[in-house]
């Protein structure tokens, strides 16, 4: 399936970490297009693979418009006993009354700093 079929043209892939990084050293906001995060992930994603299974969940909506909070574990391979990262999506989403879109996908992976809050696990 293709990406372009989740998110409308104008969707936007705010991250506060840099690819490939795990810690909390100088976190900012990164915008990226679809297009902008395919090209900076591929290459990453090709040479160590990239497997993400969410573990929580937890949606709010209002109408036509949903937040979803969604923990995740990230594996190199689905086979790998722990995961090499966690971490926590934040995404909003839209319904134009036949179907919901992926408007946009923020963040943030967990660290010493900011461990996963059991609310969400």
């Known amino acids: 399936m293709s990406v372009h079929y989740l998110f409308p043209a104008h969707a ?13 050293v100088d976190l900012a906001p990164q915008i990226l297009d679809i297009e902008g995060y395919i090209a900076r992930v591929e290459p990453l994603i090709e040479r160590q693979g990239f497997y993400e299974k969410e573990i ?21 391979d689905p ?22 879109w992926i ?12 461990p996963l809050p059991d609310k969400y696990l």
Request: aromatic fraction near 14%.
């Open 79 to 100: 086979s790998d006993a722990e995961p090499f990262m966690r971490g926590i999506n934040s995404i909003q989403l839209f319904n134009d009354g036949s179907r919901w």
């Open 56 to 76: 929580a969940r937890r949606v709010e909506q209002f109408g036509q418009i949903a937040h979803v909070w969604s923990a995740y574990e990230s594996r190199h």
């Open 12 to 24: 936007s892939f705010p991250t506060a970490v840099e690819a490939g990084r795990n810690d909390d």
């Open 103 to 114: 408007v946009s996908i923020y963040w943030q992976h967990e660290s010493a700093l900011h």
